[in-house]
């Protein structure tokens, strides 16, 4: 099985400032989420979109993070369920950001150095990505 997540440009129109994640398994769009929880995830970037969003100017989705499984919060238990930005940072998660007119490549937002291609869990909530190497 293929999961397979991104950010939704679309859907958050309406919420300024914060991010919705689709869901795609096996090629086909699952369900759109503010939280999701991956594991065992490969961050990948398709080139050919990259370029056509930087000759265009415009954004679509190009890169997307790949997972082993996936979780919903309502799926974990009550401690696990929608962490605190606190909470993440304290057990190693770092916020992970992406540009394509800048890097092109996942980045962490601290540094901005690239992230690595494979992390172990990675968290999308509606205040960003933060992953764990």
């Known amino acids: 099985m293929r999961i397979d ?3 939704n ?8 400032g914060l991010f919705v994640w689709s ?6 769009v699952d369900g759109h ?7 065992s995830v490969d961050l990948r970037v398709q080139s050919g979109g990259l370029e056509r969003i930087r000759a265009a ?3 679509n989705v190009y890169a997307y993070l790949r997972a082993a499984e996936y979780c919903l919060p309502s799926d974990l238990d009550s401690a696990s369920q929608d962490p605190t930005l606190e ?3 304290a057990d190693g998660y770092r916020a992970l950001t992406l540009n394509p007119f800048k890097e092109g490549v996942f980045v962490w937002a601290d540094d901005r150095s690239p992230a690595p291609l494979h992390l172990d869990a990675v968290w ?4 960003g990505a933060f992953g764990l190497e």
């Open 23 to 28: 869901l795609r398994i096996d090629g086909k």
């Open 5 to 7: 997540a991104y950010r």
């Open 9 to 16: 440009l679309n859907k958050a129109k309406g919420c300024p």
């Open 124 to 127: 999308l909530t509606p205040f």
């Open 33 to 39: 989420h503010a939280w999701l929880y991956l594991d």
């Open 57 to 59: 100017n415009c954004r």
């Open 87 to 89: 909470q993440l940072a």
